[in-house]
C-alpha cells in the first residue's frame, strides 16, 4: 500500500537542508510512495504547514530540524492517527538521540518508509505540550543566551553556557504534588521526558517515553566550582543522581509556583515568557507515534 509522506524541512543550517532535500529526491527516486517537502520560515509558518498537512490527510509527517522543530510539528499530531517522522539536523537533537535516529539521511529515511512506530508519552506545561523536556533553572538563561547569540551548533551552546553562569540568578519555586509542598531555590530544575537533553548529554539517563512518568531533576543553590565538576560528571556520562545536592522525582502530575510574578522556562529547547506565576505540569500516556 502506496503511503503519503510530508516532510518540513527547518533550515537553519541551510547546508544541511539542501543536502537532506537532495537525499529525499534521490532516495523517493525508485519508489512509488507520494511525497511532498516544504520548507518553513519561522516557527509560526511550520505550525501553519503541519496542520495543511493534516488536512491533506497524509499518513506521515516528517519534522526534519532539531528539537524546537519536532516541538512544534508535535503539538499539532497529538492525538492524531498520523505518525511522526524525524529526520535529525539541528543543533542538539535530543529527541532523535533518546530514539536512537540516526544522523545519516539515508539510514533515518529508510527507518521512515519501514513504517515501525512506537507510542510516546507527551509532557503538558499549561496548555502546551512538550516531547523532551522542559526547565526553570540556569538551563532558561542558557537558552536565552544562546537564542541571542545566533551562533549555532556546540559552539554556541559553549558560549552560552559559560555566559549563563555568569549572569543567572536563581528564583525560588514551590512545587506542589498531591498534598505535599517543597520548597527550592534550585540551579538546575528540568522536567524530563526523554533520556537525552542533546548531543548525548543525559542528566535522566533512566527516563523512558512509555512509562507516563516524567523525570523531575534539580540541583540545588551551589558554588560555581561544584556546579562545574557535576557537569564534568555528566559530560564524561557519570551518573550524578548519587550527589547529596541532586534531586531526583518521579511525577505525573504537579503544580510550580514562582514568588515572582511571571515565570521564564524554557520548553523543548525554546525560551518561553509566561506572564502568571503559577504552572500546571502533567503527562499524557502514549499521545503520538514516532517511527523509530
Known amino acids: 500500500m502506496m503511503s503519503r509522506y510530508y516532510f518540513i524541512i527547518n533550515p537553519v543550517n541551510k547546508t544541511k537542508a539542501n543536502s537532506l532535500e537532495i537525499e529525499i529526491h534521490s532516495f523517493f527516486s525508485n519508489r512509488k510512495d507520494d511525497y511532498q517537502i516544504s520548507f518553513s520560515n519561522n516557527s509560526i509558518h511550520l505550525k501553519k504547514l503541519t496542520i495543511d498537512a493534516v488536512k491533506q490527510n ?26 511522526l517522522g524525524i529526520i535529525p539536523i539541528g543543533s542538539g537533537n535530543g529527541i532523535s538521540g533518546h530514539f536512537k535516529i540516526p544522523n545519516n539521511f539515508s539510514k533515518a529515511l529508510e527507518i521512515i518508509v519501514k513504517g515501525s512506530s512506537k507510542k510516546m508519552d507527551v509532557g503538558k506545561v499549561d496548555n502546551r505540550y512538550f516531547f523532551s523536556n522542559i ?3 540556569i538551563e532558561v538563561e542558557f537558552i536565552r543566551h544562546y537564542v541571542q547569540s545566533n551562533i549555532h551548533g556546540l559552539f554556541g551552546y559553549m558560549v552560552s553556557f ?6 543567572y540568578k ?4 514551590q512545587i506542589k504534588v498531591e498534598n505535599k509542598n517543597i520548597s527550592i531555590r534550585p540551579y538546575i530544575l528540568m522536567i524530563s521526558n526523554t533520556n537525552k537533553q542533546g548531543y548525548g548529554i543525559s542528566l535522566s539517563p533512566n527516563a523512558k517515553t512509555n512509562d507516563g512518568i516524567l523525570n523531575l531533576i534539580y540541583l540545588k543553590k551551589s558554588n560555581i566550582f561544584n556546579l562545574f565538576y557535576l557537569i564534568i560528571l555528566v559530560l564524561l556520562r557519570f551518573s550524578i543522581k548519587k550527589k547529596s545536592n541532586v534531586k531526583y522525582m518521579e511525577l505525573r502530575e504537579f503544580k510550580i509556583t514562582s514568588k515572582n510574578n511571571y515565570i ?6 525554546e525560551f518561553v515568557f509566561s ?7 502533567s503527562v499524557i500516556p502514549d499521545a503520538i507515534n514516532v517511527l523509530c
Not at 528539537?67 to 505518525?83: A, C, P, R, Y
Not at 521564564?264 to 529547547?269: A, C, R, T, V, W
Open 170 to 173: 536563581s528564583s525560588f519555586f
Open 58 to 83: 497524509v499518513d506521515i509527517i516528517i519534522a526534519c530540524g532539531g528539537d524546537g522543530t519536532i516541538s512544534e510539528i508535535g503539538q499539532v499530531l497529538i492525538n492524531t492517527k498520523i505518525k
Open 135 to 137: 526547565g526553570f533553572g
Open 264 to 269: 521564564n522556562l524554557q520548553i523543548d529547547g
Open 162 to 167: 559559560f555566559r549563563s553562569l555568569f549572569s
Open 275 to 281: 506572564p502568571k506565576n503559577e504552572l500546571v505540569v
